[in-house]
Structures are given as structure tokens and as C-alpha cells.
């Protein structure tokens, strides 16, 4: 059984502080997502990534899959309270199994103005 | 705006009530996903269908019924639901479920409590 583990769950910070979220497993994946979900909406897709050491940019924010595919990191540069919310990690299999993903536990981001 | 449109955004029922989620999208996707989340927790898959037919059950209670009328629409089906169903229902999309892996994008939810 393949698994994310997501860590920080939880991280409250204050406004213009970075902060790094990591997603590990001991398992290879053909791409990663990761979603933000804000309080009573469905998750947001932010960024898929896909090659091994690849870096994607979304403004102040940063995505990098692993050499090996199977770990990834989001790290958020003078973070804002705007950027508050669920974010979560998701590992497609190597072998596509009818278009499950493999959930991370999910990190509670709270920053304070 | 998401473009996956889910109706209700809330429902509140008892246990022996029969209701629906419907869920639409118009962005020519042939996979359509139910997932049920609970509060602060990753979504869990419960169904998942390619092409209008039911490829994946995740082990699902008998009160949930899936139903996909044509390539755009998703139904689930309630029927006698339990406290613990309690949760956010999310649907999802994706352009397929073969092949290269396609992202899922998400809906904003039907927030369900059961009396």
C-alpha cells in the first residue's frame, strides 16, 4: 500500500514569516499534486509536477518533486493571511489505478496578521 | 469559480429520508469522482466513473447509490444514512482515469448532517 506522509499537520505563523510543507513516502509516484482547500470550499488543484527534480513557481510559492519521484516539498516565501488553509498533497501510482490518488494527511496552515 | 458544480451546497436530513447530490461539469472530462471528507482530514475516494460506467467502489455502504446519466452528470443517491455519514461530499473530475495520470479538479462540496 502506497503512502504520504504530510507533515507539519498543523502550523500557525505569523504574517511574513516562510514556512515549508513536506510529503515523503517510501514509494515512487508518476506525479504530485498539491490542492489548497479554504473553509467550506472543495480543494483548489495549485500545481501538478510531474519529472523528477522539477521546480514549479506559483508568485510566493515554491513546489519540488523529488529526484526519485517519491517525495515533495511546498514552501511558501512572506507568507499572508490569505494563504490560510488546508493544503494537501496528492501522489498519483506509477501504475495508474483507474485515477486514485493517494491523499497526504494534510497541513492546517493558519497565518496571523 | 470551480468549474465542477455540485447542488446542494447544504443538506440536512434524518435517517430515513431519501435525497440527492448532483453534481455537473462541462469541461468534456470522462472520469467523475465522489469523495467524502471529513473535517480537516484528506478526502477519501468512494467511487470513481470512466466513460459513464462505475469502474471503482471503495467498499461503500449500500446507502450510498451512485448513478452517471450521461458524461457531464453525477447522482449519489441517499438512503437511510447514519450519524457518522455526517460530512463533506465532494465531487471531482478528471479527462480520464486510464492512461497518463490527469489532475482531478474538485468541487466546492455538499456540506451533509444527518439528524
Known amino acids: 500500500t502506497q503512502l504520504l506522509k504530510q507533515s507539519p499537520q498543523f502550523l500557525s505563523i505569523q504574517e511574513g514569516e516562510n514556512l515549508t510543507v513536506y510529503c515523503n513516502s517510501s514509494s515512487v509516484f508518476s506525479s504530485l499534486q498539491w490542492y489548497r482547500q479554504e473553509p467550506g470550499e472543495g480543494p483548489v488543484l495549485l500545481v501538478t509536477v510531474v519529472t523528477g527534480g522539477e521546480v514549479k513557481k506559483l508568485k510566493r510559492l515554491t513546489f519540488q518533486f523529488g529526484d526519485a519521484r517519491k517525495d515533495s516539498s511546498l514552501h511558501i516565501t512572506a507568507a499572508q493571511p490569505g494563504d490560510t488553509g488546508l493544503y494537501l498533497c496528492?501522489?498519483?501510482?506509477?501504475?495508474?489505478?483507474?485515477?486514485?490518488?493517494?491523499f497526504g494527511q494534510g497541513t492546517e496552515l493558519s497565518v496571523k496578521p | 469559480d470551480t468549474e465542477v458544480t455540485q447542488t446542494p451546497k447544504h443538506l440536512v436530513m434524518g435517517m430515513t429520508n431519501k435525497k440527492s447530490l448532483k453534481c455537473e461539469q462541462h469541461m468534456g472530462h470522462r472520469a467523475m469522482y465522489w469523495y467524502k471528507q471529513k473535517a480537516k482530514k484528506p478526502p477519501e475516494l468512494m467511487f470513481v466513473?470512466?466513460?459513464?460506467?462505475?469502474?471503482i467502489n471503495e467498499s461503500v455502504p449500500s446507502r450510498f447509490s451512485p448513478e452517471c446519466p450521461n458524461s457531464s452528470l453525477l447522482n449519489l443517491h441517499l438512503h437511510a444514512l447514519q450519524p457518522e455519514d455526517s460530512a463533506l461530499y465532494l465531487c471531482?473530475?478528471?479527462?480520464?482515469?486510464?492512461?497518463?495520470?490527469?489532475?482531478?479538479?474538485f468541487g466546492d462540496g455538499t456540506r451533509l448532517s444527518i439528524l
Open positions: 466513473y470512466s466513460y459513464e460506467k462505475l469502474s
Open positions: 471531482a473530475s478528471s479527462q480520464d482515469a486510464q492512461g497518463v495520470f490527469q489532475p482531478q479538479h
Open positions: 496528492a501522489g498519483a501510482p506509477t501504475l495508474n489505478q483507474g485515477g486514485k490518488l493517494i
